[in-house]
């Protein structure tokens, strides 16, 4: 499909390729186009007779355009030998395409404008007849009539799609294949004037655009237009859009849009103004870091002088030195859970990545959990021999596979299994984590990534946690360009999947 004069057409339209046929038909030619003309282009709504690539194609370069004569004069043209046709003979379609004989009537909207023709080619000189050119001007009138009443359908869909845009709160623009914009709402130009760029003008992207961190720029080959007519399509990660102090944050999707047989014609991009939410997510995460440091502090001198005194009573047993060790166990747990919403709070920091060795980082969690493994009965495996390189904030990432380890561990019983494995595939280096563990249903797979939510199963169990570690894992990896997925079934276990880039260039290399 194509835009015409503010309207949708479809290139190969089953009626006019019917005009194009009776024309080849009665007129015994051996080729016949209903072109519309373009400022560069020619395109062909109904084509009959054309060879290869322009049968496919529908259209050619306006340089090889015999129409663009008929739309320029708003006459007929009619030309029987081209090669001997001043008008035409430089024309590169008359050796390319074997344009001998033309005749051509002009395709009109209302009010008399020629915008095509509807046209008669031979391969050979050709006398055109009275009859012959009343036959091609009958079919044009009625070429025409068909056009206009397709320019008044589109004009009727069209306005009451600028309705439904206009009444949008989202923004929203729709573009064509050559990425020419043809509708966009208020919302939707305000957003982009916020960033400093235009929605009708390459590169659709401007240098006021942050990542979800509000502090990495967005190139612009990254940002949500250039993508979105590039062909990748779907979600993308929130982004913050102009100067400080004027921004807003917006998460932004797209599609392209199809016509009747499933050939894309557009891409429609659609972004939600999340402001008011991604604030509410910043002040709340300022809170939590903000009362843990408080009680991280005179909980550290908790347990320091609880140590004092444990120390002074060594060797000792009896009731309180029992409630000492009771007082010190809880305010170790207190002090983790601390840490966890300090994590947090804090993850969305910048990262501090460098070329790390994957394998290794996973071997480490594994050591460090081996003793959580024993004592509770479960088996721990690791299948993580290569090194496999990629850049990364090791400290968080290994915060991240443990998390992932020690939840599996939690909700794995004894006798039960917790693989950890490390492979690489393309650009990219997968860990996955899998436990054959009492499992998720799906409702709480989808929520498994929420801030603070626990599954029903956890709390009736009373699995120790805060439900932050996946919330956690999730932001990090996305901040490091990766994905993280979960598959799970109730009583089957879990399967937690993390894929982040490979950094080839340290291939072979010693890990660190």
């Known amino acids: 499909m194509r835009v015409l004069e503010g309207f949708v057409v479809c290139e190969g339209d089953a009626s006019f390729d019917h005009y194009a046929r009776l024309v080849r038909r009665i007129l015994q030619v051996p080729t016949s186009v209903v072109s519309i003309v373009e400022p560069r282009r020619q395109v062909f709504m109904g084509a009959s007779g054309l060879g290869e690539p322009y049968a496919t194609t529908r259209e050619t370069p306006i340089s090889h355009s015999f129409c663009q004569h008929v739309v320029r004069s708003g006459r007929p043209l009619v030309v029987v030998d081209s090669r001997s046709d001043d008008r035409v003979r430089e024309n590169p379609a008359v050796s390319e395409l074997d344009v001998i004989s033309y005749a051509g009537i002009p395709v009109v909207l209302d009010g008399g404008r020629a915008v095509g023709s509807l046209c008669a080619i031979d391969n050979r000189p050709r006398e055109w007849t009275t009859e012959d050119l009343e036959v091609l001007t009958d079919l044009a009138h009625a070429c025409s009539a068909e056009l206009q009443h397709a320019q008044q359908a589109a004009s009727a869909g069209e306005n009451l799609t600028r309705e439904v845009f206009a009444a949008c709160d989202v923004a929203v623009a729709l573009y064509d294949l050559e990425g020419r914009l043809l509708l966009a709402n ?124 444990l120390d ?52 480490r969690v594994a050591a460090t959990c081996s003793e959580q493994a024993r004592t509770g009965g479960v088996m721990l495996t690791v299948d993580a021999e290569a090194a496999l390189w990629a850049m990364v904030d090791a400290r968080r990432m290994e915060q991240v596979v443990e998390n992932l380890v020690t939840n599996a561990l939690k909700h794995t019983p004894q006798g039960g299994r917790v693989a950890l494995s490390v ?21 709480d797979t989808q929520q498994a990534f929420d801030l603070f939510w626990r599954s029903d199963a956890t709390r009736d169990a009373a699995v120790p946690g805060l439900g932050i570690g996946l919330t956690f894992a999730r932001d990090v990896v996305e901040a490091h360009g990766g994905s993280i997925a979960i598959v799970s079934r109730l009583g089957s276990g879990t399967h937690v999947t993390v894929t982040i880039p490979h950094d080839h260039d340290r291939e072979g290399a010693e890990p660190a």
């Not at 990542?211 to 990748?232: F, I, S, Y």
């Not at 983790?336 to 070329?355: C, K, N, Y």
């Open 186 to 309: 208020e919302p939707a130009l305000e957003a982009a004037e916020a960033a400093g760029y235009s929605l009708s003008l390459p590169p659709y992207a401007g240098d006021e655009v942050r990542a979800a961190d509000n502090r990495t720029t967005v190139p612009h080959e990254d940002q949500l237009v250039p993508r979105a007519l590039r062909g990748e399509h779907g979600r993308t990660s929130m982004q913050w859009l102009g100067p400080r102090g004027r921004q807003r944050a917006m998460i932004g999707t797209s599609r392209p849009m199809l016509g009747p047989e499933g050939t894309p014609w557009g891409t429609l991009v659609v972004a939600h103004d999340v402001s008011d939410l991604a604030r509410a997510l910043r002040v709340k995460d300022d809170f939590i870091a903000t009362v843990s440091h408080e009680l991280r502090t005179p909980l550290t001198s908790i347990i320091g002088y609880l140590e004092v005194v």
């Open 312 to 363: 002074e009573l060594a060797g000792e047993t009896g009731p309180v030195t029992d409630a000492l060790e009771v007082i010190g166990r809880n305010a170790r747990n207190l002090q983790s859970r601390i840490g966890e919403l300090l994590d947090i709070g804090d993850r969305r920091r910048l990262l501090e990545t460098r070329p790390a060795d994957v394998s290794g980082l996973v071997r």
């Open 423 to 443: 492979s690489a595939a393309d650009d990219t280096v997968t860990v996955v984590v899998r436990d054959d563990g009492v499992g998720m249903s799906t409702d």
